[in-house]
């Protein structure tokens, strides 16, 4: 039960249905970028590992879980 590939942005990035149900993604030279059970989730983040993660942000929390380091 495999569907695609389906290829994004001019062939950039192609992204299939594998038989466990999960979607994958690779870049036009097959380095695998993301996988996850969303389509439209991995479409996104495989845009996001391509172009240098520009809409992302990170948080400082400051949190403490335990004896783990504080995030």
């Not at 569907?3 to 466990?20: Q, V």
């Not at 993604?25 to 996988?35: I, M, T």
Request: aromatic fraction near 14%.
């Amino acid at each position: 039960m495999t569907e695609g590939p389906f290829y994004y942005d001019n062939g950039a990035f192609c992204i299939w249905l594998t038989r466990f149900g999960m979607w994958q993604s690779a870049d036009r030279e097959g380095k695998s970028l993301c996988s996850g059970a969303n389509k439209e989730s991995v479409i996104k983040f495989a845009r996001e590992h391509l172009n240098g993660w520009q809409n992302c942000t990170v948080t400082v929390t400051n949190v403490k879980f335990g004896d783990a380091v504080k995030l």
